[in-house]
Structure formats: C-alpha cells, structure tokens
C-alpha cells in the first residue's frame, strides 16, 4: 500500500514514514503548503488539506494538521501556532504564561482519503508543562518543541532524540492509529 503525504514540512514527513513503514505502509512525500482556511477545527483542517492533496495528486493521500494549546488560555495558541510563534516568537508566548497555568498540549489529526470523497481522520495528543525558557535554540526541530516538556519527562521535546520522541509523540499516536485502522481494513 502507498500513500502520499502532502506538507511543506520534512520532519513531519520523516516522523510519519518510519511509523507506516513499520505497518508495511509506503509513505510518499509531495512537498507543497496547503491552504488552511480560518474558523476550521484541526479535524476539519485536516479533511480540508486532505481535499486540496486529492484533487493534486489524484491518488491516496494523507494530511495532517497540529494544534498546541496552552491550558491557561482557550483555543490559544491552537491551530494558528506557527502564526502566533512568528507573531510572537518565544519571548511573547513565554511571557503570555508567566504566573499562570504552565500545562499544554500537542492536538494532531491524521487525515487520509483514498478516492477525495471519504475521509478518515485519527486523533494523537500529547500533553505536558511549558518549559521557563528555550532550549536548544539552533536545533532544527518544530518551535514549540523547544518550551515543551512532555509528561513523565524531566526536559523539552528538543533534548529528546529523534527516534525516542516519535515513538511517543502526537503525531506519532495519531499515525499508529491510521496504521492500525489501514491494516485492519486491508486484511
């Protein structure tokens, strides 16, 4: 089975490959942004992006679309993280969390369509705290991995290796289910 995943984003790509591999899924990559319309759940994101990659590859795709919300706020950052991080930067988002509520968590959706008219969308979160400051500030990782420490962990998702961290990761659960699901349907 081979299904393409359509994203700008390499590392998302990488996490997700070695994951479907492991369930004898080939997971191919179109790199290219798709449009994420505002007022849209994750979910309906995810089922948006996964439109738009049908009608551009013509064959089955998958999407995906990640939130990070900080506990102390309602729907913030959420699903306009990278456009409140490149508003904001660390500073602005550590300083918004200062003397309040430090719990966060990564929300992703796994959307996949095969013929662009059913969707199946699986849900992976990862919770933890807020990091006081930034770590690892020129490792090439996701921003918010550098002020997020994950549950049951003593550091940010920065310091943790690679192949540790997408074992256990939102992205990481959402795609062991997507898998799951896809095995089981193909059997």
């Not at 759940?41 to 995906?64: C, D, G, H, Y």
């Not at 900080?70 to 969390?97: M, T």
């Not at 990782?141 to 192949?163: A, H, Q, W």
Request: charged content about 35%.
């Amino acid at each position: 089975m081979q299904a393409t995943l359509v994203s700008g984003n390499r590392h998302k790509f990488d996490e997700m490959s070695k994951k479907l591999a492991l369930a004898g899924i080939e997971l191919l990559w179109k790199k290219t942004s798709l449009e994420e319309p505002d007022g849209l759940s994750l979910e309906e994101t995810a089922k948006e992006k996964a439109r738009q990659a049908f009608a551009l590859v013509k064959a089955p795709v998958v999407t995906e679309d990640t939130g990070v919300f900080f506990d102390a706020f309602d729907n913030f950052p959420g699903s306009k993280a990278k456009r409140y991080f490149e508003e904001l930067g660390f500073d602005g988002l550590l300083e918004k969390v200062n003397g309040k509520n430090r719990d966060a968590r990564f929300v992703t959706f796994v959307c996949f369509t095969e013929n662009g008219k059913e969707f199946h969308c699986f849900k992976g979160e990862l919770k933890g705290t807020l990091a006081k400051e930034v770590h690892n500030l020129e490792k090439d990782v996701l921003p918010y991995e550098k002020i997020f420490i994950p549950n049951g962990f003593k550091c940010t998702m920065s310091d943790i290796p690679r192949e540790k961290k997408n074992t256990f990761s939102h992205r990481a659960q959402a795609t062991k289910k997507f898998a799951g699901w896809l095995k089981e349907k193909n059997d």
